[in-house]
């Protein structure tokens, strides 16, 4: 069958916002992105938001507590509803989240109880000239040189280290991010079976 519980991890500017949104649609799964979430709770201006915003546009991570909590209750409402037999996805594809090795074993914990287990890592993979380029064509309001230079360094502190730690439970695929959007696609696609 087709892995249906999925985790994107890759450098901010390697594309996984649009892959996720794309293969989530595609087959169908709930896609879940942390950054979306927030800038969501931050455009709506509630406590939560509040809390968020300004250690965004630094570039830094909001506590682990705070996205836990998003991540858990949308997982447990997917789970519940697919316990009660209702129509809807029936797997998932988390992106922007786990980004450091609290936030992994905290959803490790959550899978667990939920007796959902990951089934692929995505990695996308892409070189830092690349990513600058991107990311500041984007034109995001946390997309300036320093803001982006301090993501990409609380990547490779932070999240980085999460490759290792998925490719010893020998579920990470690297994926070469360069090329069209399509291209990509079909690379990561070809990884489902
Ligand atoms: P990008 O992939 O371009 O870095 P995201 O949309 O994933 O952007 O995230 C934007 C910002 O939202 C991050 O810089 C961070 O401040 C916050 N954020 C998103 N996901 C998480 C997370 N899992 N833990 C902590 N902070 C997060």
């Known amino acids: 069958m087709t892995k249906q519980r999925l985790l994107f991890l890759g450098p901010p500017g390697a594309g996984k916002g649009t ?14 992105s942390t950054g979306d979430l927030l800038r969501a709770e931050v455009a709506a201006g509630t406590p939560l938001g509040q809390e968020a915003q300004a250690v965004m546009a630094r570039g ?22 697919l316990n009660r037999g209702e129509p809807g996805p029936r797997g ?23 007796n959902q287990p990951i089934e692929l890592v995505v990695l ?31 990547y490779r502190q932070q999240t980085a280290p999460l490759i290792a730690h998925y490719r010893q439970q020998n579920l990470l695929e690297p994926v070469a991010a360069e090329g ?11 990884l489902l079976q």
């Not at 892959?19 to 879940?32: C, D, K, M, P, V």
């Not at 682990?64 to 447990?76: M, Q």
């Not at 989240?97 to 939920?114: H, I, K, S, T, V």
């Not at 069209?180 to 070809?190: K, L, M, Q």
Request: proline letters at 1%.
């Open 92 to 114: 998932w594809l988390l992106d922007g989240f786990p980004r450091n090795l609290a936030q992994a074993e905290a959803l490790e914990a959550l899978l667990n109880e939920l």
């Open 180 to 190: 069209s959007v399509d291209e990509v696609a079909a690379r990561i696609e070809s």
């Open 60 to 81: 830094e991570l909001v506590s682990d507590g705070l996205v836990l909590a998003i991540v858990r209750s949308r997982l447990e409402q997917q789970a519940a509803s």
């Open 124 to 154: 996308m993979e892409l070189d830092d000239g690349v990513l600058m380029q991107r990311l500041l064509s984007r034109g995001r309001d946390d997309d300036n040189t320093a803001v982006i230079q301090h993501r990409l360094e609380v």
């Open 19 to 32: 892959q996720a949104q794309q293969l989530a649609a595609r087959q169908g799964l709930l896609h879940l």
